[in-house]
């Protein structure tokens, strides 16, 4: 079946690095882009960019530029986010999401999320 | 950014109410919003594209509507599984989502 599984749980001191992963199956992973959204304890969704699995381009959420950088590998059909520079505002659990479409961004398909911790 | 404002933010209904949410963007966005269903501890799950698509396998009690920049999204008979938190999400421009609405049972 269609799926996007992430790797797991990961906790940070302030001003680390963190990348998760988000690997694909049941699909063609180049025919499809893949969002990344992240949800902090208790409260709403926010987007944090979008990478073509295609050609690689990237949008970036313009609060995250310099920060952040999203890559795929399309051998493995996965997909990275990397965040740089770790606050505690940063934790949050973070989603992998795949584009409904070329033309609609409508998140069809989502990871089972990744918690991660920001803390000294 | 376009803002999202979603309303009410929370909301408590009975089970074979009529239930709707708004959402308003800052800017016209045609039909570019989609709505979404979370549960705790789950990830959202798409349930309307494009203002007025029903996603495969959404029971139809749900449904939406609007253009440009106010739309609704409505539960036409609410069952005790719809509770949830519904996002709205706008992509004429980077997307961006509404603030939720909670609903809950009375």
């Known amino acids: 079946q269609v799926q996007l599984v992430q790797s797991g749980a990961e906790v940070k001191k302030p001003g680390a690095s963190v990348k998760v992963s988000c690997k694909a199956s049941?699909?063609?992973?180049?025919?499809?882009?893949i969002s990344w959204v992240r949800q902090a304890p208790g409260q709403g969704l926010e987007w944090m960019g979008w990478?073509?699995?295609?050609?690689?381009?990237?949008n970036y959420a313009q609060k995250l530029q310099g920060r952040v950088t999203m890559t795929t590998d399309t051998s493995t059909s996965t997909a990275y986010m990397e965040l740089r520079s770790l606050r505690s505002d940063d934790t949050a659990v973070y989603y992998c999401?795949?584009?409904?479409?070329?033309?609609?961004?409508?998140?069809?398909?989502w990871g089972q999320g990744t918690m991660v911790t920001v803390s000294s | 950014d376009i803002q999202m404002t979603q309303s009410p933010s929370s909301l408590s209904a009975s089970v074979g109410d009529r239930v709707t949410i708004t959402c308003q963007a800052s800017?016209?966005?045609?039909?570019?919003l989609n709505w979404y269903q979370q549960k705790p501890g789950k990830a959202p799950k798409l349930l309307i594209y494009?203002?007025?698509n029903l996603e495969t396998g959404v029971p139809s009690r749900f449904s939406g509507s609007g253009s440009g920049t106010d739309f609704t999204f409505t539960i036409s008979s609410l069952q005790p599984e719809d509770i949830a938190t519904y996002y709205c999400?706008?992509?004429?421009?980077?997307?961006?989502f509404g603030g939720g609405t909670k609903v809950e049972i009375k």
């Open positions: 800017q016209d966005i045609s039909n570019y």
């Open positions: 999401a795949r584009d409904l479409s070329v033309t609609t961004r409508a998140f069809d398909i």
């Open positions: 990478i073509s699995a295609y050609n690689g381009n990237t």
């Open positions: 999400q706008q992509y004429d421009n980077l997307p961006t």
């Open positions: 049941g699909y063609t992973f180049t025919s499809y882009g």
């Open positions: 494009d203002a007025s």
